[in-house]
């Protein structure tokens, strides 16, 4: 038996660290040839470890057994003769990998791609079931051709459905977790562009680089013609809603403003756009909880603020329609000039409280007394 080491040893460390100092305890020397083994001898390794972990190591030690020239005594340990297998230099990964798992087409070849850190056990499972069941033809071919595995690879070839099981996903999706954002992400795309087909997204993504999904996804939301929420606002003589991608583009150029960027928000249902008609304005308002939304600015032109008494009569319609009010234009309004002597400003063209009869006193120094007042009764 030769046992010289190849590469300076690498350290390695939980299931299969714990795993081999058991298998050492047996056969001594099996510890140490790992940690010096080559990257495909050490995966192979690490492929049998997790394989006897799964389905114990009896059946595995039976499979190996017709590898050596001499088997063990009668009743030995497992354990010893899979050792053993493992560690003897004449005995080829080639040789391990059919006895052990039969004919499996690329297994070799993707054990010498992982690296020299173990996998979880039940990735070696996986690669296995991908490269061996007909079902996954199509992913068996990707996992075949890839460069470089990476440890989240087979379970995200695994969690992609057709007509999605793609090279460049497989390569930009890095978990499992990642591959139902993009579920996710293709089932809203569906949703409000009708007229596409799963079929028809899956061929506009063959050439996408991985870096570039977002990019991807952003020009088929940008083709949306419904957005998925909408604020209780019905079109009329005042209000039409801006409820799709090519509205809000249009209101853009008539504005000249940055709306086209706004419908990225619009398309996950976190704000929407109304333009009021009597005077050129767009107002903004923020989804809340259920059936409820937030004014949050109020635009002219060019991203002007618009003139006092159109922002009065905007923000009473909207009150009327059921549309929330930021705290300073309502119960902090008293407050304001406080505010504005603290440097706290917004700009979003919600400046109300002068065009209030109720508004409260708007002489500073009563506001403050006001203030002060509050704080002693508190």
């Not at 354990?79 to 499996?104: E, K, Y």
């Not at 949703?191 to 088929?220: G, I």
């Not at 917004?346 to 203030?371: K, S, T």
Request: aromatic content about 6%; proline content about 8%.
């Amino acid at each position: 038996m030769n046992q010289c080491l190849e590469v300076k040893p690498r350290a390695f460390n939980g299931w299969a660290l714990s795993t081999l100092i058991s298998y050492d305890e047996i056969h001594p020397g099996i510890l140490r040839f790992a940690m010096a083994a080559g990257p495909l001898r050490r995966q192979a390794i690490f492929l049998v470890l997790a394989s006897c972990l799964h389905e114990g190591p009896a059946g595995i030690a039976s499979r190996l057994g017709s590898l050596l020239p001499n088997a063990g005594p009668a009743g030995a340990d497992p354990r010893a003769q899979i050792a053993q297998v493992l560690i003897t230099r004449p005995i080829r990964v080639r040789d391990i990998v059919p006895a052990a798992f039969g004919s499996v087409e690329g297994l070799v070849g993707v054990l010498g791609r992982l690296g020299t850190s173990p996998l979880h056990p039940a990735t070696y499972r996986t690669i296995v079931n991908i490269l061996s069941q007909p079902e996954h033809r199509g992913r068996a071919k990707i996992l075949r051709q890839i460069e470089k595995v990476a440890p989240s690879m087979p379970a995200v070839l695994l969690a992609l459905k057709p007509p999605f099981v793609l090279p460049n996903l497989v390569e930009g999706l890095r978990s499992v977790e990642q591959v139902a954002d993009f579920k996710t992400t293709i089932d809203l795309i569906l949703r409000l562009v009708p007229q596409v087909t799963e079929l028809e997204l899956a061929k506009s993504l063959a050439e996408v680089s991985p870096e570039k999904l977002d990019d991807w996804a952003m020009r088929w939301l940008d083709k949306a013609e419904r957005f998925p929420v909408s604020p209780p606002i019905y079109d009329n003589s005042d209000f039409t809603v801006l409820g799709s991608a090519q509205a809000m583009r249009e209101a853009a150029a008539r504005f000249n403003n940055c709306l086209a960027t706004k419908i990225r928000f619009c398309v996950v249902g976190r704000q929407a756009y109304v333009e009021y008609l009597p005077e050129p304005a767009i107002i903004e308002v923020l989804s809340l909880s259920p059936n409820h939304w937030l004014l949050t600015g109020i635009y002219s032109p060019n991203n002007r603020p618009v003139d006092g008494a159109t922002a009065h009569t905007i923000h009473r319609k909207l009150e009327a329609a059921g549309i929330l009010s930021p705290a300073r234009v309502a119960q902090a309004k008293p407050y304001n000039a406080v505010a504005r002597l603290l440097g706290i400003r917004q700009f979003d063209g919600l400046e109300l409280d002068v065009l209030e009869d109720d508004a409260g006193p708007d002489d500073l120094q009563a506001i403050l007394n006001e203030v002060a007042r509050d704080l002693h009764a508190a």
